[in-house]
């Protein structure tokens, strides 16, 4: 995992990250090969092919008879793969038009075709040449400007080979070259195209001594069942398909446990373990699977801390900016909170009942450690702020999590809902911030117990409130007229910019429309907000926010990053890309999962061999239909028509449709 570069010394501007907004990304981790527009690898930036974070090649650059294909296409042909498509006249007499096509097709897996195509109607003889050179550098080390230089090159088998104390790569080549200079890094053909004929050359990219990349997400394998969705609006068809395609691409293994697996949190920067991403995509992606969120706990049940101490039982993590009204927040709080949740509903989602209670201890101890001592829950930090949010996660654990214990009959359900009332009573009297508008929840109380007012998007997590059996959403932390004032709110133009929700409301001070958390739109809280909103029958604020996002994406080529600009819409225009933005990223792609199982309304109860429908009643995409999706380990099919109402089209049998 690539952190950001370190803050720089007083004074001194800090490092400007590559840009990632206009490259081509494709992911199969643990490969990863980023690419510009023109498709030519000049090892400028992030480009280059990518193994476990360490960049293999760099610079991969094609000349047909002395010059540079014209670049005329580029495009994603999957997760894990992009075209790119370029033209040149090889002879002067074939006047204004291009009689070579030169096709590239590169993978993540570390592979790159590159097909030539005569289009002559002559036969041409065809100088090759392949310029490579690689620093083997740390992605870290790249985003933080500090790559080295070139390597030298050796030639080795088919190809060149590159290494540094500890590291080493090699491209081979197929057909072997004619001829191999390391000095230059140059490997050269002579190829021969009769007319309409072409000739290929295949490189292949590895760490030396390493095999073929087997991704965790491979067809065989992936703990993602395939959802497909279909109706009225095309757009859902391509964001799921992508979304799905997005989540198998950034799956790891454990790899002390390989059965275990679990979705990075996003490509580039963040290409490892992010405990609360990980948790929160595994708990959206449940419609899927619930394989993904089992891997996803046992691995972080082995990193929870053990022994004395007020931090024992704590899902570690790291600190998350939180802009300038609030200090950095522990995420280590948000995991541990979120485990007992996701374990929760992964079992109403068919969970077997044997990795259940094989969880349920670490379950426990993330419930001992985060919830009951005091009045609110704070980051392990001195002077640290009570946040919104973090209550809305504890509140939600005591809840969900008591509803487990007494599932298994173990003891301390019954403190955990007495905790929860004392939190429900202090919350509601605490953080409601009157004004002439109605009032608004705070975002923290500071340590002396002053509220902080500003109006963020942190909140929807006050309508996140969990799902207990019969298909029953747990009460939230705010009242009923304090959840419908919220739901107005979100649906304001200075919190709604038209493509999803801002970080941080418009008239707020600090607000930024590129800031991470003051101002950009982060698709997991906007796709939150909408299965909120529809949750507590706020059916028009949901409208408007998943309509936004779906116009968004489509500009996005169907796949959402982390976030973009929160500037506000407006008629022709297009949402800005940030660009340092994850893309793919892990929330992002669940979003996509969550926000259709919403729209379904769909929740199961597989220990009670129930499902109850809540389709969102005016149906805002029109007919939806979404199969593939996995309820008690089998597949599940709903249609929701145009009236808003549900039928089951595919289910386990035994399972039965909840009142």
Not at 391 to 405: C, E, N, P, V
């Amino acid at each position: 995992m690539a952190p950001p570069p370190r803050t720089p010394p007083a004074g001194r501007p800090a490092p400007e990250l590559p840009p990632t907004h206009t490259a081509l990304i494709c992911v199969a981790l643990p490969g990863l090969v980023i690419s510009g527009q023109p498709g030519q690898l000049a090892g400028r930036g992030l480009e280059g092919f990518y193994r476990g974070g360490r960049r293999l090649l760099s610079r991969c650059q094609v000349r047909v008879a002395g010059r540079e294909p014209l670049p005329v296409q580029a495009r994603m042909t999957g997760a894990d793969s992009a075209r790119f498509v370029g033209t040149l006249r090889a002879s002067p007499a074939a006047g204004p038009d291009p009689d070579v096509v030169v096709e590239r097709t590169r993978h993540a897996d570390g592979t790159e075709r590159i097909t030539l195509r005569n289009a002559a109607l002559r036969p041409l003889r065809l100088p090759v040449e392949i310029a490579l050179g690689t620093d083997l550098a740390e992605l870290a080390a790249i985003a933080a400007g500090a790559a080295a230089p070139e390597l030298p090159a050796s030639v080795h088998d088919s190809g060149l080979r590159w290494a540094t104390a500890d590291a080493a790569a090699c491209v081979t080549a197929a057909p072997p070259p004619s001829d191999a200079l390391a000095s230059a890094g140059l490997l050269r053909w002579e190829l021969d195209l009769p007319p309409a004929g072409t000739a290929t050359v295949e490189l292949r990219v590895r760490p030396e001594g390493a095999g073929p990349l087997r991704p965790a997400g491979h067809a065989a394998t992936s703990p993602l069942g395939p959802a497909r969705a279909a109706g009225d609006d095309p757009r859902v068809a391509l964001l799921l398909h992508s979304a799905v395609a997005d989540l198998q691409a950034l799956l790891l293994r454990d790899p002390a446990h390989p059965s275990d697996t679990y979705l990075a949190a996003g490509a580039p920067w963040r290409c490892g373990m992010a405990p609360a991403e990980a948790l929160a995509a595994a708990r959206m992606t449940l419609p899927l699977g619930t394989r993904l969120a089992a891997g996803t706990l046992r691995t972080l049940a082995r990193t929870q801390l053990r022994g004395p101490g007020p931090r024992a039982g704590m899902i570690p993590g790291s600190r998350r900016d939180a802009g300038p009204h609030l200090p950095p927040s522990c995420t280590g709080t948000e995991a541990t909170l979120l485990f007992p949740v996701v374990l929760a509903e992964a079992r109403r989602w068919g969970l077997p009942e044997q990795e259940t209670q094989e969880l349920l201890p670490a379950a426990e101890r993330c419930l001992r450690t985060t919830v009951g001592d005091g009045t609110y829950v704070h980051d392990p930090h001195p002077g640290s702020p009570a946040r919104c949010e973090t209550q809305a996660h504890a509140y939600r654990a005591a809840l969900i999590g008591a509803d487990l214990l007494d599932a298994y009959d173990r003891p301390g359900a019954t403190e955990l809902h007495q905790w929860a009332q004392t939190l429900r009573t202090a919350f509601r009297a605490d953080f409601w911030v009157e004004d002439r508008g109605g009032g608004r929840p705070a975002a923290a109380l500071a340590s002396d117990g002053r509220p902080v007012p500003h109006l963020s998007a942190t909140a929807v997590h006050l309508l996140d409130t969990g799902l207990l059996g019969g298909g029953r959403m747990a009460p939230g932390l705010l009242d009923k007229v304090h959840t419908e004032h919220l739901a107005r709110l979100l649906g304001t133009p200075a919190m709604d910019a038209g493509w999803g929700l801002r970080g941080l409301g418009a008239k707020e001070a600090a607000h930024n429309p590129f800031g991470h958390r003051t101002g950009a739109v982060r698709v997991q809280e906007t796709a939150l907000a909408v299965a909120g909103l529809a949750a507590a029958g706020y059916e028009k604020e949901a409208a408007n926010l998943l309509k936004g996002l779906l116009e968004a994406a489509e500009h996005f080529g169907h796949r959402l990053p982390e976030m973009f600009a929160g500037e506000q819409r407006s008629a022709g225009a297009a949402p800005l890309p940030h660009p340092a933005a994850c893309r793919p990223a892990a929330t992002a792609a669940a979003s996509v999962v969550l926000l259709l199982t919403a729209l379904a309304g769909i929740r199961p109860d597989v220990p009670a061999r129930t499902v109850t429908l809540r389709p969102v009643r005016s149906a805002p995409l029109g007919e939806l239909n979404l199969s593939g999706i996995r309820v008690a380990g089998a597949p599940f099919a709903v249609r929701i028509s145009r009236l808003g109402l549900a039928m089951v089209e595919e289910a386990a049998d035994g399972l039965q449709l909840g009142s």
